[in-house]
């Protein structure tokens, strides 16, 4: 009895372990962020025509033989700019950071446009603002997830959810438009 208790007690630290805490699923994305940059030069690079996005886009894939390690998406639009990098560890999603660079106005509303209409706000790219995301995954799941400001969207909010589906969706469609391009 005493044996069973003790191999059990053991069986249930030793599983307890392998689960990751967010914390330390952001301190190892972050430690593989910056080996994969640090290496990106020694990457094989697959470049495509984002076909699938409204907006006109590039797609790079840095990949070490055939394992995709980074992908950055790129998507320009008259209301703004999108940055997004992925980055992979063996196959799995561990980070992906996005840039969201919202204009004022749209890019072609110039100062004559909005003279003309009797507006006195136009285009300025000094006034654009840039909203930032950072999303943490361990085992391919999203685990954090800092919104603009820096600031942590709850794990147990209905926005944290819905957003790993979206992300993943992303995900893929862009390591298939990478493949089939």
């Given at each position: 009895?005493?044996?069973?208790?003790?191999?059990?007690?053991?069986?249930?630290v030793l599983f307890s372990s392998c689960k990751k805490k967010p914390e330390d699923a952001v301190a190892e994305a972050m430690k593989h962020y910056n080996e994969?940059?640090?290496?990106?030069?020694?990457?094989k690079v697959k470049r495509v025509d984002d076909i699938t996005s409204a907006a006109s886009g590039t797609i790079t894939g840095y990949y070490r033989d055939e394992e995709v390690k980074k992908i950055i998406a790129e998507h320009f639009s008259d209301t703004g700019r999108v940055f997004?990098?992925?980055?992979?560890?063996?196959?799995?999603?561990?980070?992906?950071?996005k840039q969201n660079f919202v204009y004022n106005k749209p890019r072609t509303y110039t100062e004559e446009k909005a003279t003309a209409v009797g507006d006195s706000v136009w285009y300025d790219d000094k006034k654009t603002r840039l909203d930032m995301g950072r999303f943490f995954f361990a085992n391919n799941k999203l685990v954090k997830?800092?919104?603009?400001?820096n600031k942590e969207v709850s794990a147990k909010s209905w926005a944290f959810t819905n957003k790993e589906a979206a992300l993943w969706a992303e995900t893929?469609?862009?390591?298939?438009?990478?493949k089939e391009q």
């Amino acid at each position: 009895m005493n044996k069973t208790l003790t191999i059990l007690l053991f069986a249930i630290v030793l599983f307890s372990s392998c689960k990751k805490k967010p914390e330390d699923a952001v301190a190892e994305a972050m430690k593989h962020y910056n080996e994969i940059n640090n290496k990106q030069k020694d990457y094989k690079v697959k470049r495509v025509d984002d076909i699938t996005s409204a907006a006109s886009g590039t797609i790079t894939g840095y990949y070490r033989d055939e394992e995709v390690k980074k992908i950055i998406a790129e998507h320009f639009s008259d209301t703004g700019r999108v940055f997004t990098e992925y980055y992979f560890d063996d196959g799995m999603l561990i980070f992906i950071l996005k840039q969201n660079f919202v204009y004022n106005k749209p890019r072609t509303y110039t100062e004559e446009k909005a003279t003309a209409v009797g507006d006195s706000v136009w285009y300025d790219d000094k006034k654009t603002r840039l909203d930032m995301g950072r999303f943490f995954f361990a085992n391919n799941k999203l685990v954090k997830w800092f919104g603009p400001d820096n600031k942590e969207v709850s794990a147990k909010s209905w926005a944290f959810t819905n957003k790993e589906a979206a992300l993943w969706a992303e995900t893929i469609l862009l390591i298939k438009e990478l493949k089939e391009q």
